[in-house]
């Protein structure tokens, strides 16, 4: 006794028409993921590598500089400040910004 519903329960085969709708529809995403891949490798080899930083030493100079002596211990305390000016070179896209800290 075999019953047949009138929604049709057989699968149609798809048409030649939606197959090749479909396989251009996946070439065309992944191209575009291929191409954003490699924009995005080009940028990460050349643009964002990071390169070296150069810091040069301009002037220095001693100021506040105090040398006592202690006969009875045998020993020399020395006192002194050092002033360092120096330029940082960064040749890199992302820079920071160093703030002045005043002790």
Do not use: W, Y
């Not at 149609?12 to 709708?21: A, F, V």
């Amino acid at each position: 006794m075999d019953v047949e519903s009138s929604k049709g329960t057989a699968m149609k085969p798809e048409s030649p028409k939606k197959h090749k709708r479909r396989n251009v529809c996946l070439g065309v995403t992944a191209a575009a993921i291929l191409v954003i891949f490699l924009i995005l490798l080009i940028l990460g080899l050349t643009v964002f590598k990071p390169k070296q930083t150069t810091t040069t030493v301009d002037s220095t100079s001693i100021s506040d500089l105090k040398v006592s002596l202690d006969i009875a211990r045998l020993s020399v305390h020395v006192n002194l400040s050092l002033d360092v000016n120096l330029s940082i070179k960064n040749p890199n896209k992302v820079r920071f910004q160093q703030t002045q800290h005043n002790p």
